[in-house]
């Protein structure tokens, strides 16, 4: 299974960015996906994620109405629609696979992992 995050970069604040999480190794339409953030010394923290066994999402509180994920199964690939971005949001992006994500609830950890994409925002 191989989870390829793209689509970071440096953005001011209030600009949008979109990430995309590539999937390989295993059906999309059959599995959770989520993104998790780290910032610089600080833990990792879950942002959202997108569930295929109720098709619900969850957001945490911080990006609520300003971030958004969508799934292509057919091209087995997830997004990370960020918009109204704050330099807070500056952080490593990771997408991961097999995850908790149900009920709008999202798990703290997840099976598989990508290398993640560097988001940077900043005047």
């Known amino acids: 299974v191989q989870l390829q995050a793209s689509g970071g970069g440096l953005v001011q604040p209030g600009g949008s960015l979109r990430l995309s999480c590539a999937i390989s190794?295993?059906?999309?339409?059959?599995?959770?996906i989520g993104w998790f953030r780290q910032a610089p010394g600080k833990q990792r923290e879950r942002v959202s994620c997108?569930?295929?066994?109720?098709?619900?999402?969850y957001y945490a509180d911080s990006v609520k109405g300003r971030f958004a994920i969508s799934r292509d199964n057919a091209k087995n690939t997830v997004y990370l629609q960020m918009s109204s971005l704050k330099p807070e949001d500056t952080a490593v992006y990771y997408c991961?696979?097999?995850?908790?994500?149900?009920?709008?609830?999202?798990?703290?950890?997840?099976?598989?992992w990508g290398q993640g994409t560097v988001v940077t925002v900043s005047s």
């Open positions: 991961a696979a097999d995850l908790v994500c149900v009920l709008g609830v999202m798990g703290q950890g997840s099976h598989y």
């Open positions: 190794g295993l059906a999309l339409e059959k599995n959770n």
């Open positions: 997108t569930s295929s066994d109720d098709g619900s999402a």
